[in-house]
C-alpha cells in the first residue's frame, strides 16, 4: 500500500528552468492538492483539483502549472523557477476534500 | 482574508505536563476544523477534525480540541505530554462546502524534555 507519494524528494535547479514535482496516489481519491511550506507562514494551498480534468487555484498559485489528466497523478510545473519559489512543497490527496493525506513533501532549492 | 493565528511558535515542556494549543481563526461563516502533527523525518498527519455535533472532540494518541465558536477558537489539549508529542503542530480550517480547501496556521513545534 504505496498510499500517496513524491518525487523528486529533493531537487535543486537554477532560476528560470522549468522543474515538475510529481504526485500520485493509489487510492483513487478524487481530491488533490498542492501546498508549499515556508517558515513563518504554515502550508499554503497552490491549486488543487476534485477530479481529473478539473483543477482551481489556490492561494498563491502564480507562477505554478498544474494537470490531472488521471486521476492518480497530478503534477506541479514551475514553469520558470524563482528563488522566491525555494520551498517545501506538499501533495495532498482525499476522498472527500476534507480529510487530506499528506504526501512525504518536496524540497526544492531555487539557485 | 481568511487565515489562522497560532499563539505560539515554539512550546517546550517537560514530560507529563499538560498541553494546551491555541489556535483562533477569523470567518465568520460555517467551518471545519483541523489540527495536524508533523513528526520529525514523516508526513502531515490528521490529529483530530470537528465538522458539527459535540464541540469537544477527541484525536488520536489522547489529544483533545474544543471548538468554542463566540471565540473562533479550536485550541489542542493533552494532559499529560510524553517525548514522543515532540513535533510540529498545525491548527487548519475549511469553509463548509468549499471542497476542502485547507488554511493553515503557522505551526507550533513542540520539544517535550524527557
Known amino acids: 500500500d504505496a498510499g500517496i507519494t513524491q518525487s523528486p524528494r529533493y531537487k535543486i535547479t537554477e532560476t528560470g528552468r522549468q522543474v515538475t514535482l510529481m504526485c500520485h496516489q493509489t487510492w483513487s481519491h478524487s481530491y488533490m492538492f498542492w501546498y508549499r511550506q515556508d517558515l513563518g507562514h504554515g502550508l499554503r494551498l497552490i491549486y488543487y483539483?476534485?477530479?481529473?480534468?478539473?483543477?482551481d487555484k489556490g492561494e498563491v498559485p502564480d507562477g505554478y502549472v498544474v494537470s490531472r489528466s488521471k486521476t492518480e497523478n497530478f503534477p506541479l510545473t514551475l514553469e520558470s523557477a524563482t528563488r522566491s519559489q525555494t520551498s517545501v512543497y506538499f501533495c495532498a490527496s482525499s476522498w472527500d476534500g476534507y480529510e487530506q493525506y499528506f504526501g512525504p513533501g518536496t524540497r526544492l532549492t531555487v539557485t | 482574508a481568511q487565515s489562522v493565528s497560532q499563539h505560539n511558535h515554539h512550546v517546550i515542556l517537560s514530560e507529563a505536563a499538560s498541553l494546551e494549543l491555541g489556535c483562533n481563526y477569523s470567518y465568520g461563516g460555517t467551518v471545519n476544523l483541523f489540527w495536524y502533527v508533523q513528526y520529525p523525518g514523516q508526513h502531515l498527519q490528521l490529529l483530530l477534525k470537528?465538522?458539527?455535533?459535540?464541540?469537544l472532540v477527541k484525536g488520536i494518541k489522547g489529544f483533545e480540541a474544543e471548538f468554542i465558536k463566540s471565540k473562533f477558537s479550536f485550541n489542542l489539549r493533552k494532559p499529560s505530554v510524553q517525548w514522543s508529542d515532540t513535533a510540529e503542530y498545525f491548527c487548519a480550517f475549511s469553509i463548509y462546502n468549499q471542497g476542502g480547501k485547507l488554511i493553515f496556521g503557522q505551526g507550533t513545534e513542540l520539544s517535550v524534555k524527557p
Open positions: 483539483s476534485a477530479a481529473a480534468d478539473i483543477t
Open positions: 470537528y465538522f458539527s455535533g459535540d464541540p
